[in-house]
């Protein structure tokens, strides 16, 4: 029969809080496995398995610190810190597939066509939520949520959990990096704005020319028509799009609290 001594078991229970601290946060924000749609049940199945292999893995360290004390508290709020920004690094490349898709929508006239998003928690137009569900499939598809808990568990091997901190350089490359991004998405519509432009501006013309034709019947299943052919022509280029976005956010991922993952 093992018999642990119970200081060790406080040890574990100690690191093992903090180590869970920092995996429920990044869960909590990251694509496809922060979904409002995932039962919260279904992500404490996979937090608590994912803590109890990863402490284990933790560089040894100096004796833990006393539960509940003030630098135990506050190394649980710098974990939790730290989680939210890693999960929203990645988020973000959702969001800025959202603005595309938004964009799109509204010049296309289905700004109207308002759907609850459970990813987000906010009504999508319905371009940005097909936006969404596709780019959600290929990040699996393309094994980045395996890339994820990678990068999450070497994050606990580069820095001890207690001595961890946010690295505000990274933190100040991460939003100089999504204002980059969401710039990307504006390039990912740019295209389809372009030719609803040149629609409405032939529409406007036929008007002036001939008044009597009925506009509206004439000019919104035309844009319709056209924005889904135009979003048919740019679906094969979303797998290379998120894979570039991706590998630049790797690195920023990483460079949170250590190196970049493999």
Do not use: K
């Amino acid at each position: 029969m093992i018999e642990l001594p119970a200081d060790q078991i406080l040890s574990w229970l100690q690191t093992g809080l903090l180590v869970m601290a920092r995996i429920a946060s990044v869960l909590m924000l990251a694509p496809v496995f922060g979904e409002r749609g995932i039962p919260p049940t279904v992500r404490l199945m996979l937090v608590l398995p994912l803590t109890v292999l990863v402490v284990p893995l933790l560089p040894e360290q100096a004796a833990p610190l006393p539960m509940f004390s003030a630098g135990w508290v506050a190394a649980m709020a710098q974990q939790v810190l730290i989680g939210i920004a890693m999960g929203l690094t990645l988020r973000l490349i959702f969001e800025a597939f959202a603005l595309a898709g938004e964009l799109i929508a509204n010049s296309m006239g289905l700004g109207f066509a308002q759907l609850a998003d459970p990813v987000r928690g906010v009504s999508t137009p319905i371009v940005g939520q097909f936006l969404i569900v596709v780019a959600s499939l290929l990040f699996v598809s393309t094994g980045a949520h395996l890339t994820l808990i990678d990068g999450l568990v070497d994050s606990f091997r580069n820095r001890p959990v207690a001595d961890s901190a946010l690295n505000w350089a990274s933190i100040r490359l991460m939003l100089d990096w999504a204002g980059s991004l969401f710039a990307g998405g504006v390039q990912l519509a740019l295209p389809v704005l372009a030719a609803m432009l040149a629609v409405n501006l032939g529409i406007g013309v036929l008007g002036r020319s001939a008044p009597t034709i009925n506009l509206m019947a004439v000019g919104f299943p035309l844009t319709l028509v056209l924005g889904l052919t135009m979003l048919q022509w740019l679906l094969p280029s979303l797998a290379t799009l998120l894979g570039t976005w991706l590998d630049s956010a790797w690195p920023v991922f990483g460079g949170l609290v250590g190196e970049a993952p493999h």
